[in-house]
């Protein structure tokens, strides 16, 4: 059988590597050096007309069936890497090979480490592994082998995004079963319990970290956001405000509520409510709407908190949504990111670095006692922590061949932010006119008040941010 490569090729340069060779063999001249996770498969990136593209070898079945997965949730907008092509009929016996785009800017959970992996580092990598496995849920997939190591993480403002990296397990289906829900959870509970054994083993665990409670949370963090997402509520026919609370609250959470069911509980005046078709990102869709910005949930939560400071530092309340959207976008977000000087661009994607120069005003201004500017702050962040961090975009070995740990801390002052809670809330009566202090990590499983996040103008955003009253606290347990 000669060499076939089936798939939406978009460079002829492909067919031209050396696929009669085992991709342990390939030459180097072909290949670009970034972090790989574990795999049970030999995996090697190579860089074409300057792209990266990930290529995995595997049995044939499993490659066509892998490559058609990846499809169905490219599809369905599932955050997973994107496939490209299968490569089948190599010379002398070869295994197929499976294509797929390397995701930029993204990292392995063991690179997002620096040093030891620490508490809070670790939370918001579970959070990121809860809200994917319930999108997936939620789109009728079974993973069938959920766990950090089949997982890439993007920096998403404080927290992070999650994309699913190994779809050979995985099963479609129109909807999940009840069984194969629990099975999946049950799966991410035993690799993720082995896998922060693993790191304990290599000295590589924050000691104040327990592996089975670790593996216990995600499974609670996983039950509490699902719930949320699917369960029935009975109200009152006079209550029906809090239909509108729930929808808010997903809303908060980045889900969006196409449709709820709603039916009358037989021999009362009382309603069950259940949200019937949810999808996630929220505010993802409308800041693109508006801006034509594509970045990630928290991100884009964080950019419209911005936006709406703007409105109102501009006395622009009452103008249309999309005319303050273009001016914020030509005024305050576009001269931010073309400040940064070209060489230090593939650090973090715009987004991230906008989101961090907002923490790091905070910062310079709680220092000096006063607002910094956003000028200031972007000169004094290029100065002394842009240029420090790793090139995520391209992350290379150094010379010992040991990846260089990512600096999880966004900003030099990072040691006197103040934790999670400890922002002022809905209620804070500070001057509407100081800058904001650093963004809160966001909890998938945890309602969290947007509006306190810091922002461009110095005015506290409003993006879809309901009372804080309107958002019960989900965290009961954690």
Known sequence: MPLQITGALGDPDLIRLPWELPLQDWPQHHLVDLPRGISRHVVRFARLSGKVYAIKEISERYAKREYQLLWDLARLDAPAVEPVAYVTGRENGLDAALITRHLQFSLPYRAVMSGTLRPDTLTRLLDALVVLLVRLHLNGFYWGDCSLSNTL???????????????????????????????????????????????????????????????????????????????????????????????????????????????????????????????????????????????????????????????????????????????????????????????????????????????????????????????????????????????EQALLPDDAGALPAPDTTDTPAAADAPKTGDAAGAGDTRDAASPQGPADVQDATHVQDTTDAPDATGVQGTADAPDAAAAPDTSAGK
Request: without cysteine; proline residues 3%.
């Open 153 to 391: 993480f993007r920096r998403d403002a404080g927290a992070f995004a999650a994309y699913l990296v190994d779809a050979e397990t995985g099963e479609m289906h129109p909807m999940i079963s009840e069984g194969q829900r629990l099975g999946d959870i049950d799966t991410a509970h035993t690799n993720i319990f082995g896998e922060m054994l693993d790191l304990e083993a290599g000295g590589l665990l924050h000691p104040s970290i327990d592996p089975m409670e670790t593996a216990d949370d995600i499974v609670a963090r996983y039950h509490r956001l699902w719930n949320e997402l699917n369960e029935s509520e009975i109200i009152e026919e006079v209550d029906w405000h809090r239909v509108e609370q729930r929808i808010r609250r997903l809303n908060l959470l980045g889900f969006d509520v196409a449709e709820m069911m709603v039916r009358r509980k037989v021999g009362t005046g009382r309603l069950i409510v259940r949200p019937k078709v949810v999808d996630a990102g929220h505010h993802q869709r409308r800041l693109l709407r508006l801006t034509g910005l594509d970045v990630e949930e928290n991100q884009a939560r964080r950019l419209l908190n911005d936006l709406d400071g703007f409105r109102v530092a501009k006395g622009l309340r009452h103008e249309d949504e999309a005319i303050v959207a273009h001016r914020w976008l030509a005024e305050v977000f576009q001269p931010t990111v073309e400040a940064i000087p070209v060489e230090l661009r593939g650090k973090l994607e715009p987004a991230q670095i906008f989101h961090e120069i907002l923490d790091h005003r905070w910062f310079l201004s709680e220092q000096a006692g006063a607002d910094v500017g956003l000028a200031k702050a972007v000169e004094s962040y290029v100065e002394n922590v842009l240029v420090h961090k790793p090139d």
